[in-house]
């Protein structure tokens, strides 16, 4: 438990950190976001400009921004008049969340597999196919693989909706393979590697010979290794999948975050792209903290140098 | 002075030999390394080699698949798709090997002096590194292209600060552990200074795992410049790069897929013949599966 305070105390640091950063990056941009389409005059300016109060110092809108945020409150859209940042967030929201979901369940169910297959028999067969076809999973990015397979199974085959989410049956499979396949490569070569790590250890070796069966060697005592680092691993690929939410969105033509994101940076709309910087680096932060509270209560070794009050 | 040098390069070389021996071995690499090998020599020479110009337009040719005259077809506006590629990875490359030095610099110097120095100073630096693994550079990135304009020296900067944290992490592991053995002793004992001590003894003895996850490091930098460049934040036009050349093809992929597939061709290979090097250079380099041989 000390362990968990200790990991949310230094992770305030970080947010605010990420905070102040966001704020004043953006303020130090060049080209207000009223300045870019047509010719407004002045007066409309200024009465923008106090309406939204830029017109107060940097630091009164630095405390004003930091005194909302507190209070969950994103602020309104610069360029949506009428609509709340908060709005706009958890409209995306359940779309990204969806997707982000299946593409992990892609990424688990089909990296694990492919690595423990490949564990098992290392150096044969069995281990070279999947560890090749995963070495082209990290090779092929997101914004290769998704439109190749909406070539192919999408307007050639015509298999599978081509775009949208949940509009058409089967809308979903591609995008959440697209943003997937990347992190089931990797979890493919990690839980690989822990595999290999694990059956040479002394205890399997005690397994063998007290004349368990294989299947049991390995569901009992030696996935819990195996997975360590997958589970370490879930926190940066969060990250990525984030990331990688961005080009799906934006290849699929799915409303969620993502794409609201990337479009909020073309627009120039301040508080947008304040709010889902800030909401995305809160997710990432958190989430890297789950993966480690996981992994920390999932490892014994670790978990004992704690009960004894010697680990961080 | 006189006796510590030919110790140190008899002991260099065979560590060398032996590792080079056993990339050999390693089919996967050594494919890898003779593919990137070309790509490389075909990037530098792009301007003798391309068969055409790379400003050249035929409007009248438009987008035409693969022929004898273009190999690799020609876009919507008649340009040849080879000459194209061929300038696009001269791009590619120069983010993924500029954007990697800049990482490689600061990581390895920032690790070593915290490794070295050890104490407070280290436990401030390595807490400075934690705080921004935490941060979500990826997006940070984005903000900074999307608001200082989308500049190649940015995408250096920008792409070189975010690689350098894991850099700085396995050179400092190295040098806590070289710092500890006699020969740095014995430099010490000699009366030479922290900074030539680093230079000369203890950054060449880390060069084995920074070759290693340098190697690694360019293909991701390659990536990221990619990603980015296809959301419209990276390289910009008339320049081109395979990310933006990917983009391209995309729109244009129901009735022309070569615009899309050969340049992704171009970036999965390289992706993948690097990443094959750099896991052959692991197995060659690590220490750990050196440790058989005695090296305590």
Known sequence: MRFIASRLLQAIPVLLVVITATFFLVRAAPGGPFSADRAVSPQVIKALNERYQLDQSVWQQYAAYMTDLARGDFGPSYKYPGRSVNEMIFGGLPATAELGLYALLVAVGIGLCAGLLAGLRPNTGQDYVPMTIAMLGICMPAFLLGPLLVLVFGMRLEWLPISGWGDLPGDKVLPSLTLGAAYAAYIARLSRAGLLEVMSQDYIRTARAKGLAEWRIVSRHALRGALMPVIAFLGPAFAGLLAGSFVVETIFQIPGLGRFYVQAAFNRDYTMIMGTTIFFSVAIVLFNLLSDILATWLNPRLRLALRKGSGT | ?296
Do not use: C, K
Not at chain 2, 30 to 35: D, E, T, V, Y
């Open chain 2, 1 to 296: 002075m006189s006796v510590a040098l030919p110790v140190d390069a008899q002991q260099s070389s065979s560590l060398w030999g032996d590792a080079w021996w056993r990339l050999r071995r390693n089919r996967a690499a050594l494919a890898g390394l003779i593919f990137l090998s070309v790509i490389v020599v075909v990037a530098l020479l792009t301007p003798l080699l391309a068969p055409y110009a790379y400003e050249e337009q035929r409007l009248a040719l438009g987008a035409s698949g693969p022929s004898a005259a273009h190999w690799l077809g020609t876009d919507v506006l008649g340009r040849d798709m080879l000459t194209r590629i061929m300038y696009g990875g001269r791009v590619s490359l120069l983010v993924g090997f500029v954007a990697t030095a800049v990482a490689l610099l600061i990581g390895v110097l920032y690790g070593a002096v915290a490794g070295y120095v050890g104490g407070r100073v280290d436990a401030v630096m390595m807490r400075f590194v934690d705080i921004l693994y935490a941060l979500p550079f990826m997006i940070f990135i984005i903000l900074l292209l999307v608001i200082f304009g989308q500049s190649m020296l940015l995408l250096f900067i920008a792409i070189g600060a975010v690689e350098w944290l894991t850099m700085a992490r396995i050179v400092r592991g190295q040098v806590q552990n070289i710092r500890r053995q006699e020969f740095v002793e014995a430099a010490v004992s000699m009366g030479l200074g922290p900074w030539t001590i680093i230079r000369r003894h203890v950054i060449p003895n880390t060069l084995g795992p920074v070759i290693v996850y340098t190697t690694l490091t360019i293909p991701s930098v390659m990536l990221l410049e990619a990603f980015l460049s296809f959301l419209g934040l990276g390289v910009q036009p008339p320049q081109s790069s395979w990310g933006l050349l990917i983009s391209y093809g995309v729109e244009t992929m129901e009735e022309f897929p070569w615009l899309l597939v050969y340049p992704g061709l171009a970036l999965t290979l390289t992706l993948f013949a690097l990443n094959f090097l750099g896991d052959g250079l692991r197995d060659a380099l690590d220490p750990q599966s050196a440790s058989g041989r005695g090296g305590s």
